[in-house]
């Protein structure tokens, strides 16, 4: 039966079991869609405004700087980012050394409040670390999940400011032609 059959048959009362599972459908049309909320008919109810409206001030912790950061699971390595944050973006670059190896890394993310989320990909592998990071003034602290082909290894890393982001307008060129 229909989401519009159903519908129907409630408003016509043919249903005497008010625990009936199609009643869950009561207040609905499943495939009649409103032009405004581009839901079905009585969702949302009256006084509810669509689209939702985004509550503004609840503000991000700033994350721009560069970081040094230990990482402790199976063993220790060491994680260096230069991030630059706008508004809730958080993106840059680093190294990561791991058994004396170094390697060049790519950041990305979100903060929410004082929470970060921040993934963080070693070049030309397969490898991610997703971290959920808490920011405080001059540190940030939290855990990680590393993730390769066939490997989940869960960690926590304990970060450090080292030079907070002095923000300046980068230089605009225009792209060469040759």
Known sequence: MSGNQIYQEVREGVYDDMNDSALSFRNESLFTVRKDTGMSPHVPGKGVRTPVVVIRGLGVAPAAGSWAFTLNDVDKS?????????ADAVFGSGELADNGVVTAVTAGGSVLG???????????S?????????????????EFIFTAPGITQPGVAFGSLLAPQITQPLPVTAPTTA
Not at 116 to 124: E, R, T
Not at 127 to 138: C, E, V, W
């Open 114 to 124: 004082n929470r970060l989320a921040l993934f963080v990909i070693p070049a030309g």
């Open 126 to 142: 397969q490898n991610m670390y997703r971290f959920s990071l808490t920011i405080k003034p001059g540190s940030m602290n939290g």
């Open 78 to 86: 060491y994680l260096k980012l230069d991030l630059y944050q706008t």
